[in-house]
Structure formats: C-alpha cells, structure tokens
T-cell receptor
Framework: DGGITQSPKYLFRKEGQNVTLSCEQN?????MYWYRQDPGQGLRLIYY???????QKGDIAEGYSVSREKKESFPLTVTSAQKNPTAFYLC?????????????FGQGTRLTVV | SQQGEEDPQALSIQEGENATMNCSYK?????LQWYRQNSGRGLVHLIL?????REKHSGRLRVTLDTSKKSSSLLITASRAADTASYFC????????????FGKGTKLSVIP
C-alpha cells in the first residue's frame, strides 16, 4: 500500500527530554512537511523539505529540528527547548515537482508532556 | 501566520440538508484546496481549484472561487452523518515554494 506512515501514534515525554517522531513515505514524493495542530486550531508549519539533504524553517520552527537524509524519511525531533510541546503532530508529503498539488497526510502523533 | 479563515467555525445541520462553508484569504494564490479531518486523524484531500477556475465539482462537493473577493466556498449537498468532520481550506500563496497554509477549520456536525 502506498502512503505515509507516522509513528508512534501516542508519545509521552518528560520535561527536559528530546523525542523524535518518525515519518516515512513510499509515494516517491520530493516534498515533505511537518505541521503542529493545537485543539480547535488549524495547522501550523514547523519545517518542510523539498529535496533530500535540504530543509527550511516554517512558521514555528523554534524548539524543533529535522533531517532529510533519505527521500522516504523526514523525522522530527522535539527538543527540550520547545516550551509547550503538547500537541498533535502531522506529517505530509507532496510530489513537489511542479505547482502545488494535493498533500498526503499521515495519521498523526499525539505528543503529551508528563 | 494563517492565510485562510473559515467561516463559520462550527456548523450543525440535519442529515439530508446542504452544508456551506466559506474561506477567505489575504494574498494572491496559485490554487486553493479543501481538506477534511475526522477527529484525531490526519487530513484527507477533497478538492483543488486553481486560481483561473471559478467552480469545480466532485461527487456531492461543489467548490467556488472568487479571486476578486479572495474567497472560496465548499458546498456539501445531501449531507450524511458520515460527513461529520472538520473542514479546512489551504492556500499556496508563497511564491517559489510548495507550502500550504491552512485556516482554523469549520467543524461540521451532521445529525442523523
């Protein structure tokens, strides 16, 4: 099955810890994205990558880091510098070779600080 | 910053009625997309309308785009309980990138 897979579905983090959220796609898409969603809110862009070994900050990149070593993978690390990390995190991908087309989303990771 | 604003924030209708949601945006766009999100799940793409199109249909969905007013509407006809979800508009107004900017969404409840 082609698609985009996020893991884990639920993640609990102690204060001061770094945690990494996984995102893998087998759609052969060039572009990948990480969004954060808070209750009753829209999606805010954290980071995006249009090509392997390159990524750009989105609107709320502070306290987060990413890597794009492989086309299929775009992991997000939530660092201890992120003061309010409890949220729903969504990864997405799109073909990225021409004008914007539809984005395909994973099922999300719900991160809770305990 | 959030480019799109959906209206209303919440909408409750009876099964069989039509549901209309609106989206306003601020700057020029290449296209506008609508997505659906079931509670606690990822987003699913519904329809894309390009800036040179005025209306588009897909099954029970009808989307209009008015670039002079910087607004779009999503109409769901003959709604079903399974249409209960949040609906988001997204625009790609940032030149040279493939970023989508999402609004806060309209929460639709369809009562059986």
């Amino acid at each position: 099955d082609g698609g985009i897979t996020q893991s884990p579905k639920y993640l609990f983090r102690k204060e001061g810890q770094n945690v990494t959220l996984s995102c893998e796609q087998n759609l052969n898409h060039d572009a990948m994205y990480w969004y954060r969603q808070d209750p009753g809110q829209g999606l805010r862009l954290i980071y995006y990558s249009q090509i392997v070994n390159d990524f750009q900050k989105g609107d709320i990149a502070e306290g987060y880091s990413v890597s794009r070593e492989k086309k299929e993978s775009f992991p997000l690390t939530v660092t201890s510098a992120q003061k309010n990390p409890t949220a729903f995190y969504l990864c997405a991908s799109s073909p990225g070779r021409s004008r914007t087309t539809e984005a395909f989303f994973g099922q999300g990771t719900r991160l809770t600080v305990v | 910053s959030q480019q799109g604003e959906e209206d209303p924030q919440a909408l409750s209708i009876q099964e069989g009625e039509n549901a209309t949601m609106n989206c306003s945006y601020k700057t020029s766009i290449n296209n506008l997309q609508w997505y659906r999100q079931n509670s606690g799940r990822g987003l699913v793409h519904l329809i894309l309308i390009r800036s040179n199109e005025r209306e588009k249909h897909s099954g029970r969905l009808r989307v209009t785009l008015d670039t002079s007013k910087k607004s779009s509407s999503l109409l769901i006809t003959a709604s079903r309980a399974a249409d209960t979800a949040s609906y988001f508009c997204a625009t790609d107004y940032r030149a040279g990138s493939y970023q989508l900017t999402f609004g806060k969404g309209t929460k639709l409840s369809v009562i059986p």
